[in-house]
């Protein structure tokens, strides 16, 4: 049975330039590193960074993303951080709980949210999308 998220492993172009962007968001600790790579913590989260000359190449934007979870108490401080560094945001917010959508240097798509599944389910308990269904 599968039980969570294991890790998450983002391909980079500059490997010195991912691991300061990574190091300086709040809560993020740098664990290891090599020529190749790094592995950073966020709680129980282990994030992989391992370069790949393909992410030079042409991005192709799309939706999927990474989102980190945060508390409400500390999301507007936590945005704030993020605009400060000049991050490139990628979508305004539109659905349930608090979130900031930014970009990190290699284009990955990461979010910052207030809430969980559970509070996700609830509100389209109230106001579901089209066709939605719910298992349980």
């Not at 172009?13 to 709040?26: G, K, R």
């Not at 020529?35 to 391992?50: H, M, P, Q, R, V």
């Not at 945001?89 to 979130?99: A, F, M, P, Q, T």
């Not at 798509?109 to 579901?128: K, T, W």
Request: with cysteine.
């Amino acid at each position: 049975m599968l039980t969570g998220l294991n890790h998450l492993t983002l391909a980079v172009a500059n490997l010195s330039l991912s691991i300061e962007f990574y190091v300086a968001l709040p809560g993020f600790r740098l664990a290891a590193r090599w020529e190749t790579g790094a592995y950073l913590s966020l709680g129980d989260l282990w994030l992989c960074l391992s370069v790949d000359e393909s992410r030079v190449a042409e991005k192709k934007p799309d939706y999927t993303h990474c989102a980190f979870s945060v508390g409400q108490d500390d999301f507007e401080e936590v945005a704030a951080y993020l605009r400060l560094r000049n991050v490139i945001e990628w979508k305004s917010n539109s659905s349930e709980g608090n979130s900031f959508y930014f970009s990190d240097p290699d284009g990955h798509r990461l979010e910052v949210h207030v809430g969980s599944l559970a509070s996700r389910l609830e509100q389209c308990r109230r106001q579901p999308y089209a066709g939605m269904e719910f298992f349980d």
